[in-house]
């Protein structure tokens, strides 16, 4: 049960690309059995659920999204979701395209619940572009969202904020990177998470642990990096990033202390 452990478990999964041509079935309801029997606290469906943002791909990432038993979830959208407008078939099958939300381990032992961790996502796709920016005028927002103490703070969004290697020439961090990356840590957010490039790899930044995670859901893959997932948890005054690859059976845990 989720709520025996000591830890917050965040099942961090992107990249499915329903429509793309490298989207494999198998591998899909592979990664959704290895999360539902992690059985996590909560969901962050990283973006590019779609190919294209067509409504049949929207169909297909929707019903794949059903079979995750995690009931706490966040989605957001990424770059692929937006051509061809399909920001607008996001908000109406996923909701907002920002959100913010606190959650609390899903079972406390003697019924004591805990409002733990703080998350906000951000929106940082441009239409028809490939390129992401968050935007100098959120960065309040941001700043007040993540004003309150107490919580271990989650900042997520589709794009990079740091170059990560193995991913060939780098042009896809958000255009005003070192901005956000200031903004994240005036309000000592710790931790953000992103997909995008389909390559899972971890940075720590004076106690900002910037995440990525692989592509879950295709063989959209670079180099000899497999397919994957992330599970993450979260201590008081530590993570542990696990990527997953299941394919091959593999695990690479990530030991980070604050
Ligand atoms: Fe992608
Ligand atoms: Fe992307």
Redesign the pocket.
């Known amino acids: 049960m989720a709520g025996a452990r000591k830890s917050f478990l965040i099942a961090q999964v ?2 499915i ?1 329903c429509g793309d041509p490298r989207f494999d079935e198998q591998l899909m309801k592979s990664v959704i059995e290895g999360v539902n029997r992690a059985d996590p606290d909560l969901l962050i469906v990283g973006g ?1 659920l779609t190919m294209a943002g067509y409504r049949d791909e929207y169909d297909a990432a929707r019903e794949y999204l059903s079979n995750f038993a995690c009931p706490q979830r966040m989605v957001i959208a ?1 770059n ?1 979701d937006q051509r061809n407008v399909g920001y607008l078939l996001f908000e109406e099958m996923f909701g907002p395209r920002w959100s913010s939300a606190t959650f609390s381990h899903r079972a406390q032992p003697g019924g004591k619940v805990e409002e733990f961790i703080k998350v906000v996502s951000v929106d940082s796709n441009k239409p028809d572009l490939d390129d992401g920016e968050v935007g100098r005028q959120n960065y309040n927002r941001i700043r007040q969202e993540f004003c309150e103490e107490g919580f271990f703070k989650v900042f997520v969004l589709h794009h990079h904020l740091i170059h990560i290697p193995g991913t060939g020439r780098e042009r896809n961090i958000v255009w005003d990177a070192g901005d956000v990356l200031e903004t994240l840590l005036s309000c000592g957010v710790h931790m953000s998470l992103s ?2 490039k ?1 390559v899972p790899y971890v940075w720590a930044l004076q106690g900002l642990h910037v995440v990525t995670s692989g ?1 879950a859901g295709t063989h ?1 893959t670079r180099g000899y990096t497999p397919p994957s997932f992330n599970l993450i948890e979260v201590f008081r005054d530590r993570i542990i990033v696990s990527f997953i690859f299941p394919e091959t059976g593999e695990e690479k845990e990530n030991a980070l202390l604050f």
């Open positions: 992107s990249d690309h590019d990424g692929h997909g995008h389909h592509t959209r």
